[in-house]
């Protein structure tokens, strides 16, 4: 079993509910809900949120330490935002914010939007977009598909890069 698991997972200030196989996070950042999987029993008690395996299965086992980071996520999140924040490289690259879609120009024929989703909220000054949400699932992929988009390339670190992240550079060509 996980050792994640093994003790409660402190609640803190935030409302933490299960009922009809639904676990509900309440806090001042917003409310998260997931699906709790049959083979995993989440308690609400007062000193936290306390995960167990229903049987002894193998999926049971593992899903106590899933479940357990999810919760521990879950109430952080609704506490205080998960950021991310991603970094545009290049000359006449651009993003920006129309309506509901962040659109690039990226080097391509055309513009790339993306629909931001509903739990995110995005907002871009100069090359850096900065993403947030309760949500870290949501705020990850999010960012993680705006990269997919144009990645950072190894010469000239032209791309989009996260804040913290470092570029391997390659040296280029030699003269003789």
């Known amino acids: 079993m996980s050792r994640l698991a093994n003790k409660p997972i402190a609640a803190g200030k935030t409302d933490v509910k299960v009922a009809g196989g639904v676990l509900t996070v309440k806090g001042t ?44 996520n879950m109430v952080q999140g609704v506490e205080t935002p998960y950021v991310e924040k991603l970094i545009l490289e290049g000359v006449g690259y651009k993003m920006e914010i129309k309506g509901k879609e962040v659109v690039l120009t990226v080097g391509f024929s055309h513009t790339v939007p993306l629909a931001i989703p509903e739990d995110v909220t995005a907002t871009v000054e100069k090359n850096i977009i900065r993403l947030e949400s309760a949500n870290k699932e949501s705020v990850g992929q999010f960012a993680s598909n705006i990269r997919r988009i144009k990645p950072p390339e190894p010469y000239l670190g032209k791309g989009i890069r996260y804040e913290n992240e470092v570029i391997r550079r390659k040296q280029g060509k030699k003269a003789v």
């Open 29 to 72: 950042k917003g409310t998260l809900t997931r699906r709790i999987h049959p083979s995993v029993s989440i308690t609400v008690e007062p000193t936290g949120v306390s995960i167990i395996p229903k049987d002894h299965s193998r999926l049971a086992k593992a899903l106590t330490g899933t479940f357990a980071s999810h919760v521990k």
